[in-house]
């Protein structure tokens, strides 16, 4: 597939052979029984403190910007929690490429057009 193609029913866009989805990475997270977290939970990512951010620089946390907040820290629910997530600062962000959007990516912890992405 095509780097910005559409794939998983429309759940991702192809990047570098792979379609990155938030239900995959959270099942590799926190095993099977897993789904994406609700969009509230992502709110957290706007806060720029402990796990919730997008980006670092000099060890300083970035937080997202309102329209960046599915390129942050990752959250997935289960039938205990709304909104589990990694606790490791270097481990549990959304994957680079994940659908972050309608026709938009994650690109460097922004969430873009996917045309501009590719």
């Known amino acids: ?3 910005g193609k559409p794939c998983q029913d429309n759940y991702g866009y192809c990047y570098i052979g792979n379609c990155p989805i938030m239900y995959h990475q959270c099942h ?3 095993g099977p029984n ?18 919730f951010y997008c980006r670092k620089e000099n060890d300083v946390l970035i937080p997202c910007e309102p329209e960046d907040i599915k390129c942050g820290r990752l959250f997935c629910k289960n039938d205990k929690k709304e909104c589990n997530y990694a606790e490791d600062p270097d481990y549990g962000m959304v994957d680079e490429g994940t ?18 992405a590719y």
């Open 34 to 51: 897993v789904t994406e977290g609700q969009d509230a939970c992502f709110e957290k990512n706007k806060k720029g403190t402990g796990y």
């Open 1 to 3: 597939h095509r780097n």
């Open 99 to 116: 659908k972050c959007g309608d026709g938009k990516v994650c690109s460097n912890r922004h969430c873009v057009n996917v045309t501009s």
């Open 28 to 30: 590799a997270l926190f």
